[in-house]
Structure formats: structure tokens, C-alpha cells
């Protein structure tokens, strides 16, 4: 019989696995909530995002699939295909309010269109907080259906990426051409 002390009992599941893009694998990790982390593989960040995972969770982390990771496959697939232009995987966005309400603001962007960091913090009401929504989206943990990548300074070109340039220039371009062809 286990005893009341018996971390397993309280522990949370965080389950994790690989998706495959025509960027590479990508790291997915969901809770019973829905997807929490989807980035592009390296070692070194999916280290820091499971140990903060593990720690505000009180988790165990397990490779397993589940239903979260089938459907986020099969959206990431039709996405690539230029298929599809809205995710409804279910997200669990972690981050600190802030954070959140600028993640938040990225999922209203359109397919296809950018914006500039001075106009997604008009969108949250903090229009001299550019730098700071700048920060707070290369902390975005859900690549591409969180999409970061549609943000560009107010110049005109293209700013950074926590994944690199060429991956956001290959997401934009993919977004274009794809509503060209329709």
C-alpha cells in the first residue's frame, strides 16, 4: 500500500514525443489540458522546458503518445500542405500573465499576415511595451500554432526567431504561396 508521502500519488502525467515537419522533428509535450510545448529539436531548450514543466507541475515525464499528439501531427501535416490555416489542437499556454496575454494576442493574427511588435502591443493595450512583447513571444514554448513567426519589426524586416530566420522565412513564405494558390 503506498503511503500519503508517496510522490507518484500526487505527481502529474506530462506526456512528450516527436512530430516530423519539413523543418525537422519538433518536440511536442501535452498535460491532460492540452499541448504545452512545441519546438524545433535541440537537446539543450527541451532540457530547460521540461525541467520548468517537471517543476510547476509536480510532474513525471513520460514518452508516450496520446490523442493530443495524433491530432497535432495530422494539423501540422495539413498546415504544411497549405491545407490548413487555423489549429484547434487544445493549448495549455504557460507563462506569466503577460506572456500569456501576448500569446494570446498572436493566435488573432490571420494566416498569411504579420504584424509589427508596436501593433501587437497596441493590441494588448500596452502600446509602449514593444520590447517587452519582443521578449515575451521568443519565450513562446508552442511554435508555428502559437504563431511568433508572423511578427516583424516595425521596418518591415523580419526580426528575429528563437528557432532561426530561415525557419521563419520558410513559415511565412509557406503562408504566402499558400494563399496565392487559392
Not at 511578427?151 to 522565412?169: E, F, M, P, R, T
Request: aromatic letters at 10%; proline letters at 2%.
Amino acid at each position: 500500500m503506498r503511503s500519503y508521502k508517496d510522490k507518484s500519488i500526487t505527481q502529474a502525467i506530462i506526456h512528450t514525443t516527436i512530430v516530423q515537419t519539413p523543418l525537422g522533428e519538433m518536440f511536442a509535450a501535452s498535460t491532460a489540458k492540452g499541448v504545452c510545448l512545441l519546438c524545433f529539436y535541440d537537446k539543450f531548450h527541451i532540457d530547460a522546458h521540461l525541467k520548468n514543466l517537471k517543476e510547476r507541475f509536480n510532474a513525471q515525464v513520460l514518452a508516450l503518445n496520446n490523442d493530443y499528439f495524433i491530432q497535432l501531427q495530422q494539423e501540422l501535416d495539413e498546415y504544411f500542405q497549405g491545407k490548413r490555416t487555423c489549429f484547434t489542437l487544445p493549448l495549455q499556454l504557460l507563462g506569466t500573465t503577460f506572456q500569456i496575454k501576448c500569446w494570446k494576442a498572436l493566435l488573432t493574427i490571420e494566416y498569411g499576415k504579420t504584424i509589427s511588435y508596436k501593433e501587437e502591443a497596441q493590441k494588448i493595450d500596452n502600446p509602449k511595451a514593444y520590447r517587452a512583447v519582443a521578449n515575451a513571444n521568443s519565450q513562446n514554448m508552442i511554435e508555428i500554432i502559437v504563431p511568433c513567426h508572423r511578427v516583424i519589426q516595425a521596418d518591415g524586416k523580419l526580426g528575429g526567431y528563437s528557432s532561426g530566420i530561415d525557419k521563419k522565412i520558410f513559415l511565412l513564405d509557406l503562408e504566402k504561396e499558400s494563399l496565392n494558390k487559392n
